[in-house]
């Protein structure tokens, strides 16, 4: 899968690629990012991809030739890669935007198991909106705040996918029992030691349940911390939940009996 980026800063990149589970995705092929500086595809001697925005106010806008000529370099590399442009194989060109839908799991699972896609990263006050009309696909955000740009937002969607290549996380049950994967949070994760000392001179101990070496329960505790979790903080992912048919009856037994949701 194959993930084009048009930026001005490519060399905040570099590091993702280097290090951790996700460097394994890139090592062996599974993930192939190709970096397109923007300041490439401009034109005179200050090479400026920016001007003063049309009606005043304060900032700088990226102006639409110079990312034309970068797009329209991308459309023509993935081509020459094999990597096909008619209707459905096309790779969506994706705008990074505080305006856009809000990146989350499921899109980022649609992202893991398409074509890849066309990064695009703004800068400054942003885009020419003409830019945009005529060739985004899908504007996305990480959420409700500011950044100064949008390199942040594609490493976040990279990362995201890369680790949901197959090969990529060494257990391929990891990211099953993520949150979000099956629409709840995750349950907490503890490891050695069994008891860790408190200031006081008491111990935090590891719950009995988890040292039990019994599966169903394990598994179930798992669930309930799981529910809980989700209860209290996203009751709207357990209303989502419910929707869809994934809570069992001994899960709503359970949510009943916390008393913290609206019952169904
Ligand atoms: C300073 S911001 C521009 C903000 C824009 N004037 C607004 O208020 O919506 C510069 C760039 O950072 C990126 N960016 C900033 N915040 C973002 C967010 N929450 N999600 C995705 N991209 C973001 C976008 O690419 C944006 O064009």
């Known amino acids: 899968m194959r993930f084009d980026v048009i930026t001005l800063f490519p060399e905040l990149f570099a590091p993702h690629l280097e290090v951790g589970v996700t460097r394994r995705a890139y090592v062996d092929g599974k993930l192939q990012l190709q970096l397109w500086p923007l300041r490439d595809f401009a034109e005179g001697n200050y090479r400026r991809v920016d001007d003063r925005p049309f009606g005043g106010g304060p900032g700088m806008v ?22 096909g442009t008619g209707a459905g194989h096309r790779a969506p060109l994706i705008h990074f935007s ?3 839908r809000r990146l989350d799991q499921a899109l980022v ?3 893991a198991a398409g074509p890849g896609a066309v990064l695009l990263c703004g800068r400054y006050e942003g885009i020419d909106q003409r830019f945009i009309d005529r060739h985004v696909d899908m504007e996305v955000s ?3 705040f500011v950044l100064s740009g949008g390199e942040l937002p594609a490493l ?10 197959p090969g990529v996380l060494q257990d391929a049950a990891s990211h099953q029992q993520d949150s979000f994967e099956d629409g709840l949070l995750d349950c907490p994760h503890y490891s050695r030691p069994e008891q860790l000392p408190r200031a006081d001179g008491g111990v935090d101990a590891v719950p009995q349940v988890l040292l039990s070496g019994h599966h169903g329960r394990i598994a179930r505790w ?7 979790l989700t209860a209290r903080r996203r009751p709207d992912l357990i209303a ?3 929707a869809a048919g994934r809570l069992s009856r001994e899960d709503e037994r359970f949510l009943q009996a916390l008393d913290i949701e609206p019952k169904p």
């Open 109 to 111: 699972r649609e992202l």
């Open 222 to 228: 798992r669930r309930e911390r799981s529910l809980e």
């Open 62 to 83: 990226m102006m639409a030739p110079p990312l034309e000529r970068a797009l329209d370099a991308v459309h023509a590399a993935r081509v020459q890669a094999g990597e």
């Open 98 to 100: 505080p305006t856009g």
């Open 240 to 242: 989502a939940a419910r």
């Open 142 to 144: 990480l959420g409700d």
């Open 156 to 165: 976040v969607l990279l990362d995201a996918v890369a680790r949901l290549q």
